[in-house]
């Protein structure tokens, strides 16, 4: 089983850095595992012509397009700011997630191809918001766009969301035994799909298929 795990913090040594190398150490020892810290990656997080014009990819992107057209079960882990992921991630889903790589809309009518089809994925963000508040004043937004904007729309299923919080002053004992038992359950839960069941598209989206 090949396992991605993205750590979407611009900074190291943080909290949701830490909940990430616990979901790492829980995994199967026969487990294959690809870690991608973004804060390290060179590339333009701007999608410029939108989808006009191609804009060419950084070899770091390129790189990481192929992680993920390997994986079995991808990992992401950051932090919630102002309702969303931190810029650098944003940016990276705009380079990365394009038409003829990871999904493409029928000529006619309003449906697309999921070219991820055959790959699962959970997603560990830490935030200030309380779990509660997050779903009954928000309405699980970013949970919600994550497993059917994002991650569901090109194809992981299912898709797994655990929102940590409240991470401010450190969190409690409590939260944090909770978190780390929720996040070891995630990581020896995972159950890879037939390898039939994978799609991939990156040889055609660069020329090469």
């Not at 038409?99 to 055959?118: A, I, N, R, S, V």
Request: aromatic share 12%.
């Amino acid at each position: 089983m090949n396992i991605l795990l993205i750590d979407g913090h611009p900074d190291e040594g943080r909290f949701s850095s830490h909940l990430l190398d616990i979901y790492q150490a829980a995994l199967p020892s026969d487990t294959e595992i690809t870690r991608v810290n973004v804060r390290d990656m060179e590339f333009k997080p701007n999608l410029k012509h939108g989808y006009l014009k191609r804009t060419d990819w950084e070899p770091d992107i390129q790189l990481l397009a192929e992680k993920f057209d390997a994986c079995d079960h991808a990992v992401f882990a950051f932090p919630m700011w102002w309702g969303a992921e931190p810029a650098e991630l944003k940016g990276l889903i705009d380079r990365l997630f394009l038409p003829g790589f990871m999904y493409q809309f029928h000529e006619k009518g309003m449906l697309w191809d999921k070219y991820l089809e055959g790959r699962s994925a959970d997603v560990i963000a830490t935030m200030d918001t309380p779990p509660f508040f997050l779903r009954l004043l928000y309405g699980n937004s970013i949970i919600r766009r994550w497993k059917g904007q994002i991650l569901g729309f090109v194809g992981f299923a299912p898709v797994r969301f655990l929102p940590c919080g409240v991470i401010k002053g450190g969190g409690t004992e409590k939260h944090i035994d909770k978190w780390t038992a929720k996040i070891e359950k995630m990581a020896r839960s995972i159950r890879p799909k037939s390898p039939e069941m994978k799609t991939s598209r990156l040889a055609a989206f660069l020329g090469k298929g």
